[in-house]
């Protein structure tokens, strides 16, 4: 088990930033798959963005309504995941969850099924 959590979550007008971190404990970076996943009220978790590493390799994945906006990127050394928000719209305002899997593939990683550790989530809200 992974025990994760985030923070960095806040308030914001639309088109400023934020940055959201998921420190993860006793997990190893260099291989496996993280997550950012959120919530709206009255909505599906939905997949964010993705990062896999495995075999020396780093592959990025995101959502359409992110692509361009969002970075996501890990600290190895600090065991750390990044979720970089820019240009931030009023549909961006959810919860924010990090989650984790350590299984070697990139199949299903912005799937909420693909993971079995999650954080508690962070609140984002952008207002207009």
């Known amino acids: 088990w992974v025990q994760l959590v985030e923070s960095g979550g806040g308030s914001v007008q639309a088109g400023g930033s934020l940055r959201l971190s998921c420190a993860a404990s006793?997990?190893?970076?260099?291989?496996?798959?993280m997550g950012w996943f959120r919530q709206a009220p009255g909505k599906e978790r939905e997949g964010v963005a993705g990062?896999?590493?495995?075999?020396?390799?780093?592959?990025?994945y995101y959502a359409d309504s992110v692509k361009g906006r969002f970075t996501i990127s890990q600290d190895n050394a600090k065991n750390t995941l990044y979720l970089q928000m820019n240009s931030l719209k009023p549909e961006d305002t959810a919860m924010y969850y990090c989650?984790?899997?350590?299984?070697?593939?990139?199949?299903?990683?912005?799937?909420?099924?693909?993971?079995?550790?999650w954080g508690q989530g962070t609140q984002v809200t952008v207002s207009s």
């Open positions: 990062i896999y590493t495995g075999s020396g390799r780093t592959f990025y």
């Open positions: 006793e997990y190893t970076f260099t291989s496996g798959c």
């Open positions: 989650a984790a899997d350590d299984r070697s593939s990139t199949a299903g990683i912005l799937r909420t099924s693909r993971y079995k550790d």
